[in-house]
């Protein structure tokens, strides 16, 4: 999505070089074929597309030695005696995603997208951790000048095979300023609130729900058309709503 949108601007800001040369008073005549030559070529190559679309398929797999961090004699203290570990120490997970992207050109400075992804995930032995995902999202990305203003809504259902299912809901925004053609700067922001769906088979499900708010920034160089490198920090806060709601993350009157 990045190159996406850094190849948009590096389109709009030649179409308005072009047009800024063709408007210089004493432009010589050799020089105005020049350019009008590029601007043909631009031209021929075809206008954008007004929708493009893109699919994004990956498998993955782990493998943990010592999943339940199960001792070497393979025992335990369990009140005040030895006992055996029961559980697996070895484990497998594999996961699976598809992603479906859609984006809608709005005049040549602004487009809108369009994603739905699901993703699932099984283990070998243990099950416990087995779920699957349905996540839906719209964003909105406008040029301004050297910026681009990307603010975002998203909204992903996990269900857990062992747990309740669990509703998440994430907004914010991830804006990029361009410095020139080799460096830019990306700064975001994102508030997130998780839900769990508490029924009469999960009674605490909603012990788990929580709020949050992440910042980001970050900085890109262009070492080449083909290589670039990023540095990025971010620093994120996650609130359970039950200790606030119940004012327990403040402190007891003496």
């Known amino acids: 999505h990045k190159e996406y949108r850094r190849q948009r601007q590096m389109c709009i800001r030649d179409r308005t070089l072009i047009e800024e040369i063709k408007n210089i008073s004493d432009l010589s005549a050799e020089d105005l074929a020049s350019v009008t030559d590029i601007e043909t070529e631009i031209k021929d190559a075809g206008e954008p597309k007004v929708w493009n679309f893109y699919a994004d398929i990956s498998l993955g797999g782990?493998?943990?030695?010592?999943?339940?961090?199960?001792?070497?004699?393979?025992?335990?203290?369990?009140?005040?005696?030895?006992?055996?570990?029961?559980?697996?120490?070895?484990?497998?997970?594999?996961?699976?995603?598809?992603?479906?992207?859609?984006?809608?050109?709005?005049?040549?400075?602004?487009?809108?997208?369009?994603?739905?992804?699901g993703t699932a995930s099984q283990q070998d032995v243990e099950d416990s951790d087995n779920y699957e995902s349905l996540g839906v999202m719209l964003a909105f990305d406008t040029s301004v000048g050297n910026h681009i203003i990307s603010p975002y809504l998203m909204k992903s259902i996990t269900d857990y095979k062992f747990d309740a299912i669990s509703t998440s809901v994430l907004w914010g925004f991830g804006n990029m300023y361009t410095i020139n053609d080799a460096h830019s700067i990306n700064y975001g922001y994102s508030y997130s609130d998780s839900i769990g769906n508490q029924t009469s088979s999960y009674g605490t499900a909603d012990a788990t729900n929580a709020f949050g708010h992440s910042y980001s920034l970050g900085y890109d160089f262009m070492l080449s058309e083909i290589v670039s490198t990023s540095l990025s920090m971010g620093y994120g806060t996650s609130n359970a709503k039950e200790i606030i709601e119940r004012g327990l993350d403040k402190p007891k009157p003496t």
Not at 89 to 98: A, C, G, H
């Open 62 to 117: 782990t493998h943990a030695e010592n999943v339940n961090a199960i001792s070497k004699t393979h025992t335990k203290m369990s009140s005040d005696s030895l006992a055996v570990f029961t559980t697996q120490q070895f484990d497998r997970t594999w996961s699976e995603s598809l992603g479906l992207t859609a984006v809608r050109s709005i005049g040549e400075a602004s487009s809108l997208i369009f994603n739905v992804s």
